[in-house]
């Protein structure tokens, strides 16, 4: 899958999740960029990433994201 197609899907986690059709992320989206988006609503939307693509995140990986590209090029990664 492209992984331009994996962020906007992601997109579409953050919108349902936080309840903001406002939100718009890119690969270079932090948590510090969505108001919403702390340590407690990070789980969910690990959470939310696991589901919808069918996968597992381990904590090592978990760990070294920085950003939305890093979470979502392991994404692609996994479905790969």
């Known amino acids: 899958m492209e ?8 997109n ?16 270079n989206t932090t948590n510090a960029d969505v ?3 702390d340590s407690l609503n990070h789980i969910q939307v690990i959470t939310a990433i696991e ?6 995140f381990e904590i ?3 760990l070294n994201f920085t ?3 890093d979470l979502c090029k392991c994404v692609q990664l ?3």
């Open 51 to 56: 589901s919808k693509f069918n996968i597992y």
């Open 12 to 27: 579409d986690i953050f919108i349902d999740l936080f309840q903001d059709n406002t939100i718009v992320i890119d690969e």
């Open 67 to 69: 950003n939305i590209g």
């Open 35 to 37: 108001a919403a988006w």
């Open 60 to 62: 090592n990986e978990l």
């Open 3 to 10: 992984l331009n197609a994996i962020i906007q899907q992601v």
């Open 78 to 80: 996994k479905l790969n």
